[in-house]
């Protein structure tokens, strides 16, 4: 951290003077943030804010234009290191978690600041002494920030603290006492209007998709486009017939669906409807799946494949539907071990019986198994020792007792600690065939090195067959082939049903 003001709570606990309570110096301290090294820039930030958390008695009406001008100072750098943590090929643990731990931390820094000049200090309440538009502004700017911890929480799957909801609701609940809570705002640098209750309603709509599922660059998007069709949906005070979501600010708890009416009615309950919201998300979600282009006014801050954004609309067009999806399959409880090995060279190695069972020398683990339905298996994690355990990983599996492997894909993930997890695992083959492909158009089969393959047999498409390959194999101009029982079968490609970072799903017609 920052070594001029790293020991700042001592230095001014008996002079009040702190230098950034002056305006000159202020603004030389923003000055000389490096322009080129955002790690750098940030850490000094988290240096000042954390000494303004250490004086007591800094200058209320200079408070919240030190923390507005370091959190415009900071953005620049916090959009170029999300970027690396989003679109980063293959980050490593360590890395993985520093640029997570940075923004993270700064969040909860400016939020807490943000929350300091609202408030005032413990008995000091400040936001009555406010200008309407002064406060406005700053329930914004805390109550995005509050969203803000709320995505980098769902990032990393969790876990999720209801506290926060609790702050972000007295924030709200605050701006609507002023009679600001619907007033709108510009902030410097950042495009769009808002006000204090849309970034509440935009942080509710976030927590309602139930985004546990996607992998975070997915979630950047989904947030995008939560925050681009936020005027369709439906914020209320009172609850109407066709609410879905609500939430109580009093309460720390997250919003929910909305399973029946609250027993009684009080002021400080919001209610949530799709509203023409929804019909927009899947008016787009046609356009794309019909080889359309996503509408330019969408700022997604990158470029995207169109079968990502195909798979966010779908989510997000799901559980933001005026009837929210319900369960397939009916979960029921178990209590049994799984042997749980990780990848496509594993599990080829478990499908290709080769090695008996349970094949030696393989990195194996066991989990837990607490609920099964025809779908898949929900399970308990109680160490999570590899960076591999993320949404999509494909997995074998091998329930306790039996010698059968089954083939699946964590779709949700769900940190509870930082060793404690919860997944949910969608089965995609209960028998697979590992087989050695190669491109049929090769002049010389011998010659040919194979590609490791499993070969679904069953959940397939009549005359099709699914066959899990390495990241980029398929082709939609090449057909493959492999032997079995002394015959050479060919596999006509068909579409890509399925992409990861390290395997691919595609279809083929069986020739």
Known sequence: ???????????????????LADARELRRVVADLPRDNAFKALDEITGWFESLAAVEDFPADRLYDVVQ??????????????????????????????????????????????????????????SGEMAPATLSTLAVRALGALGNIVKWEQFRY??????????????????????????????????????????????MIFQAASLGSLLPVEIEIAERL????????????????????????????????LAR???????????????????????????????????????????????????????LTAY????????????????????VMNGLVNAYVAFSGEFGGRPPGLPVESWVVDNVSRGGFGASLSNISGEWVKVGALIAMQPEGGDNWLLGVVRRY?????????????????????????????SSYAAVAGIPALLLGDGNEPGEMRVVLPAGTFSPRESMEYGSAGQRQVLMPVAIAEQADDYEVARYRLS
């Open 69 to 126: 001008a370091l959190d415009d100072a900071a953005q620049p750098h916090l959009t170029r290191l999300t970027r690396e943590y989003l679109h980063t090929a293959r980050l490593s643990r360590s890395e993985e978690k520093r640029l997570w731990s940075i923004n993270f931390g700064f969040w909860t820094l400016l939020s807490a600041s943000y929350e300091r000049c609202l408030f005032g200090l413990p008995g000091k309440p400040r």
């Open 226 to 257: 939560i925050a681009h069709f936020l005027a369709g949906f439906v914020f209320t005070e009172r609850a109407q017939i066709d609410s879905v979501y609500w939430s109580d600010l009093a309460l720390a708890q997250a919003p929910m669906r």
């Open 320 to 339: 933001l539907a005026p009837i929210p999806p319900q369960r397939k399959h009916d979960r029921h409880r178990v209590k049994h071990r799984m042997a």
């Open 414 to 442: 769900q940190r509870d600690s930082e060793s404690e997890a919860r997944v949910g695992i969608q089965t995609i083959a209960t028998r697979a065939t590992a087989a050695e492909l190669r491109v049929r158009t090769s």
């Open 158 to 203: 969790g876990p999720m603290a209801n506290g926060i909801w609790l702050r972000m609701g007295g924030i709200l609940l605050a701006a609507d006492d002023a009679g600001v809570g619907g007033k709108p705002v510009t902030l410097p640098g950042r495009s769009g209007i808002s006000s204090p209750d849309q970034e509440y309603e935009k942080a």
């Open 1 to 19: 951290m920052l070594n001029k003001v790293v020991n700042l709570g001592g230095l001014f606990a008996a002079k009040s003077e702190h230098p």
């Open 261 to 315: 009416m609250p027993a009684q009615a009080t002021r400080t309950q919001r209610f949530l409807k799709p509203g023409a919201a929804f019909e927009s998300m899947q008016a787009i979600l046609d356009q794309i799946e019909r080889g359309g282009d996503m509408p330019p006014e969408i700022d997604l801050g990158a470029q995207y494949n169109p079968r990502v954004l195909i798979r966010v609309l779908r989510h």
